[in-house]
Structure formats: structure tokens, C-alpha cells
């Protein structure tokens, strides 16, 4: 079966660095996405990835390795308002998105 | 602002009554899409339109329906509520449904609860 999985709930400190993975197993692969919620809010866009490798963006950085089926989500210099869910979505063959259950991501001063 | 409105925001329903909620986008998207949200569960597809006129069925289609007049509006119907369909309910937009890059604009969302 289709599966994506990230862990439920991370804490670290404003001014840290902090990495959420996912590992996700889907019928052939057509790009991994990662989207940003803050609690009652709606999901908004941060990053994609299809290719092996690294992309920048800003504080944001997303890593994606095909061959071991695992993406990382990377934030820099954590600011309070990055407190949010982070989840991460696989496209598998037929543009069908499978998505995670979200790793809530708590800072502290 | 371009975007997609949902409504209504919140809603409290009795079992066994019908609902419709709205969506409406702005942003000449091809692609629309529904989506339920549910504490420790993932975004579940309940129903897609990959250009007007035409429907699909998500992960979930079961008790709800959907058409697709119009590029702008997409709505979502319970034809008879039960409290399993408690949730939050976000509709969706993209370009393009086959594509790689298919990055996804969402509503603000429609939290149901039934009773």
C-alpha cells in the first residue's frame, strides 16, 4: 500500500536549527511536497522536490532521496511563528497526492 | 486577493439533514479538489474535478457529492449527515491535476460538526 511517514510532534528553540523527516512508500513517484499549517489555518505551499538532492529556499531547505524513499524538511534560525504542522506529501504515479499525517512542530523561547 | 472562499466557516448540523458547502476560486485553476482533515489522519481526497464538467472520486467519496458547473465554483454535498463527517473540510485548487509541480492553493476551510 501507499504510505507516508513523519513524526507527530517535535519541539526546539527559537534560534535552533531543527530537521523533520519523512519516509513514504508510493506506486511509482512523481514528486515530494512539503506544506506548512498553522493551527486553524489552511496548508499553504513551502517546497517540492522530484529530483535527488538539496533545494534552498530562504530559512527553508527540503531534501529528497528517491532511492531510500526519504525527504527531510529543513528550518534555520527558528523564529516563533515557524510553530506549526509541517506535512509531507508524496505524488505517486497517477498525479494522485498521498499525504502524512503532519509533525506538529512546537518552538520555545 | 486571489484565492479560494469557502463557506460556510463553521457549522453545526443534525444528523440526517443535507448541507452544501461552497467553494468558489478566482484564480482560473483547472483543477479543484476536496479534502477532509481529522486529527491524526492525513489530508483525505473525498472528490476532484480536473476541469469543468467533469468529477472524479477521492480516497473517501462515500455520502458526498460534488459538480462542476463552472471553472470558479465547486461545491460539496452531504445528501444525509451523519456525525462520522465531523470534520474540517478544505477545498482545494491547482493548474493542472497531471502535473508534477502541482502545487495546491487551499480555503480557509469549513469545520462540520454533526450531531
Known amino acids: 500500500g501507499q504510505n507516508i511517514d513523519q513524526p507527530t510532534e517535535m519541539t526546539a528553540t527559537e534560534g535552533a536549527i531543527v530537521q523533520i523527516n519523512c519516509t513514504y512508500q508510493?506506486?511509482?513517484?512523481?514528486?515530494l511536497f512539503w506544506y506548512q499549517q498553522h493551527a486553524g489555518e489552511a496548508p499553504t505551499f513551502l517546497s517540492y522536490?522530484?529530483l535527488d538532492g538539496l533545494e534552498e529556499k530562504g530559512r527553508f531547505s527540503s531534501f529528497l532521496s528517491r532511492s531510500k524513499g526519504y525527504s527531510y524538511l529543513l528550518l534555520k534560525e527558528l523564529q516563533m511563528k515557524d510553530s506549526a504542522s509541517y506535512l509531507c506529501?508524496?505524488?505517486?504515479?497517477?498525479?494522485?497526492?498521498?499525504w502524512g499525517a503532519g509533525t506538529k512542530l512546537i518552538i520555545k523561547p | 486577493i486571489a484565492g479560494i472562499t469557502q463557506a460556510p466557516t463553521s457549522q453545526i448540523l443534525a444528523a440526517g439533514r443535507r448541507m452544501t458547502l461552497r467553494c468558489t476560486q478566482d484564480?482560473?485553476?483547472?483543477?479543484m479538489y476536496w479534502y477532509r482533515q481529522d486529527l491524526g489522519l492525513g489530508l483525505r481526497l473525498i472528490h476532484y474535478?480536473?476541469?469543468?464538467?467533469?468529477?472524479g472520486k477521492g480516497e473517501v467519496p462515500d455520502g458526498y457529492s460534488v459538480s462542476r458547473a463552472n471553472t470558479d465554483d465547486f461545491p460539496l454535498t452531504l445528501a444525509s449527515a451523519v456525525p462520522s463527517q465531523t470534520s474540517v473540510y478544505f477545498c482545494?485548487?491547482?493548474?493542472?491535476?497531471?502535473?508534477?509541480?502541482?502545487?495546491?492553493?487551499f480555503g480557509a476551510g469549513s469545520r462540520l460538526t454533526v450531531l
Open positions: 482545494a485548487s491547482s493548474d493542472s491535476r497531471h502535473s508534477g509541480a502541482n502545487v495546491l492553493t
Open positions: 484564480m482560473r485553476h483547472n483543477a
Open positions: 522536490n522530484v
Open positions: 474535478s480536473n476541469t469543468a464538467g467533469t468529477t
Open positions: 508510493t506506486s511509482g513517484f512523481n514528486g
Open positions: 506529501a508524496a505524488m505517486d504515479s497517477n498525479y494522485q497526492l498521498i
